[in-house]
């Protein structure tokens, strides 16, 4: 087997693992049922993104992945910010975010 392929494999591996671990703790270290359900469908929602992107990047030409990068650039900080000011929110018991 190619040895960039190699490394390419256990990179991705590695990336997806790390996910998987950052999922995991995102929803484990949850304070209230409200807040782990919240915390459950954002994190489907980012892996759908997320998964959505890669899929952009597989299947668009060379010269348009562009687009692609340019949308997870703006959207992915976005989703995130939002994220955690909801779940600040959650957590609050004064409801104050």
């Known amino acids: ?17 790390g996910g998987i671990a950052g999922t995991y703790f995102s929803i484990h270290n949850t304070k209230t049922p409200t807040e782990r359900r919240f915390m ?3 994190s489907i929602g980012i892996w759908v993104g997320v998964s959505g992107f890669l899929g952009l990047l597989f299947l668009l030409p060379s010269a348009w992945r562009w687009v692609a990068w340019l949308l997870y650039a703006v959207i992915l900080p976005l989703a995130i910010r939002d994220i955690n000011r909801r ?8 409801g104050d975010a």
């Open 1 to 17: 087997m190619d040895t960039s392929l190699t490394a390419g494999l256990v990179g991705a591996a590695f990336g997806i693992l």
């Open 40 to 42: 459950v469908l954002a």
């Open 87 to 94: 779940q600040k929110a959650l957590r609050d018991p004064d």
